[in-house]
Nanobody, 126 residues
């Protein structure tokens, strides 16, 4: 299974970007997933997650500005990012799993995702 992120780039504060994460070779019908980011000088952190049936969770820093979604049939995950701020600058990663029990929705940002993308850079200028 290979995950490829796209949609990153440079934008001014207040702008929007839509990240995509395409899974190739994924043999299952559906998935749960998360978006993570690593800001300069900081550890990787969870940004948003989506459960098998579409329930979502967001980090406090992005709630109300970012929206996670997925299309199971296309094995594709999205992250719509609006009202971007300079502090959103960093490398963004997607991760998916086919095993999504109730425990996933309790701790989506510490879940042991088996599949990860290589990342896409997001730069927000002031």
């Amino acid at each position: 299974v290979q995950l490829v992120e796209s949609g990153g780039g440079s934008v001014q504060a207040g702008g929007s970007l839509r990240l995509s994460c395409q899974a190739s070779g994924y043999p299952y019908r559906d998935f749960c997933a998360g978006w993570f980011r690593q800001l300069p000088g900081k550890e990787r952190e969870g940004v948003a997650s989506i459960g098998l049936h579409g329930s979502s969770t967001y980090a406090a820093s992005v709630k109300g500005r970012f929206t996670i979604s997925k299309v199971d049939a296309a094995s594709t995950l999205y992250l719509q990012m609006d009202s971007l701020k300079p502090e959103d600058t960093g490398m963004y990663y997607c991760a998916i799993d086919s095993y999504c029990p109730q425990g996933f929705e309790d701790e989506p940002f510490t879940w042991g995702y088996p599949y990860w993308g290589q990342g896409t850079q997001v730069t927000v200028s002031s």
